[in-house]
């Protein structure tokens, strides 16, 4: 079984540009989550999805959104890039059975972004 | 605020030795931990996760001990590799109207050749 794919997995942008990330999650996986990863800083989450849904949100500005399509592949985008934003941007998916254990995440091997 | 934190930043390890890298939870209504694995330029790897309902499990050449009364979790590898060194992070799944996973701030782990 394939695992999290994300697209694409380096990327250089200037400031004041804005990216778009894709992550297919694993498949039969409904639900998917976005963190960001920056250098001497652990896993900041930024968003959830469900069914379409986003259902829980960190403490990100609102240039950073996403959205899950209805084959569960998701998308998320940031507007306006800040040097930093830069960061490895890292997409999990799950079962999302509703129990603790159905829940666990499953990484793809992130998305590099490097703003200049 | 609530966190699951870890005890030591850093754990330079013999090759062969055993490693044990600690955590601490903070939320005692938490049901379920894992430990994740990121080398190099990775993505974080599933290791092992444990239930509260238990006190330890084993995976391959790892092990995984919960002690609920003080809100510890800890990860022991044994006879640690070259290949074992990476960040470990611990991990919480707690039921906030959805499930969320909160990560901890990961242990670097070098293991001397």
């Known amino acids: 079984k394939a695992g999290v794919t994300q697209t694409p997995r380096y990327l250089i942008k200037t400031r004041g540009q804005q990216v778009t990330l894709s992550c297919s999650p694993i498949?039969?996986?409904?639900?998917v989550s976005w963190y960001q990863q920056t250098p001497g800083q652990g896993l900041q989450f930024l968003f959830e999805?469900?069914?379409?849904?986003?259902?829980n949100k960190g403490n990100f500005p609102g240039r950073f959104s996403g959205r899950q399509f209805s084959n569960s592949r998701s998308e998320m985008n940031v507007s306006t890039l800040e040097l930093g934003d830069s960061a490895l941007y890292l997409c999990?998916?799950?079962?999302?059975?509703?129990?603790?254990?159905?829940?666990?995440?499953?990484f793809g091997e992130g998305s590099w972004l490097t703003v200049v | 605020g609530e966190s699951v934190g870890l005890h030591l930043p850093t754990l330079s390890v013999q090759e062969g030795d055993n490693s044990i890298i600690n955590c601490a939870y903070s939320?005692?209504?938490?049901?379920?931990f894992i430990w994740y694995k990121q080398e190099s330029g990775k993505g974080p790897q599933f290791i092992i996760d444990?239930?509260?309902?238990?006190d330890k499990r084993q995976g391959q050449r790892v092990t995984v001990l919960l002690n609920k009364t003080v809100k510890h979790l800890s990860l022991q590898i044994a006879a640690t590799q070259p290949g074992d060194s990476a960040v470990y992070f611990c991990?919480?799944?707690?039921?906030?109207?959805?499930?969320?996973?909160?990560f901890g701030a990961g242990t670097r782990l070098f293991v001397k050749a």
């Open positions: 939320n005692s209504a938490s049901d379920y």
């Open positions: 498949s039969g996986h409904r639900s």
């Open positions: 999990a998916s799950s079962l999302d059975l509703r129990t603790a254990s159905g829940n666990t995440i499953y």
């Open positions: 444990i239930r509260s309902n238990m």
């Open positions: 999805y469900f069914s379409e849904t986003q259902r």
């Open positions: 991990a919480e799944n707690r039921n906030t109207g959805g499930f969320k996973t909160i």
